[in-house]
């Protein structure tokens, strides 16, 4: 059994800062690549920005300059700093992480998600 517990989401003004916050806990023996996405509504769910194990980061176009992820393998939790949030980064975000278990081979899970709002 494997949980990712986000945090984080909330309202915000145009310009403003939200850092996201997912922990992944259970039986798990590998964590590899972590990340997170986003889906507003009536669009399809996009790729924010991930990393690998060794810290290597990847961002979605539209936010490169103003997201910065992050990781602390000691930890298990994987961070979204967001900053000059504008209105188009509405969305409710979900994190995302390749796990393998003592019990399964790896696979994809996914966090409740988080709703984000940035609005004046």
């Known amino acids: 059994q494997v949980q990712l517990v986000e945090s984080g989401g909330g309202l915000v003004q145009p310009g403003g800062s939200l850092r996201l916050s997912c922990a992944a806990s259970?039986?798990?023996?590998?964590?590899?690549?972590m990340g997170w996405y986003r889906q507003a509504p009536g669009k399809q769910r996009e790729l924010v920005a991930g990393i690998t194990s060794y810290g290597s980061t990847n961002y979605a176009d539209s936010v490169k300059g103003r997201f910065t992820l992050s990781r602390d393998n000691a930890k298990n939790t994987v961070y979204l700093q967001m900053n000059s949030l504008k209105p188009e980064d509405t969305a409710v975000y979900y994190c995302?992480?390749?796990?393998?278990?003592?019990?399964?081979?790896?696979?994809?899970?996914w966090g409740q998600g988080t709703q984000v709002t940035v609005s004046s």
């Open positions: 995302n992480a390749d796990i393998r278990t003592y019990y399964h081979d790896m696979r994809a899970y």
């Open positions: 259970g039986s798990i023996s590998s964590i590899y690549a």
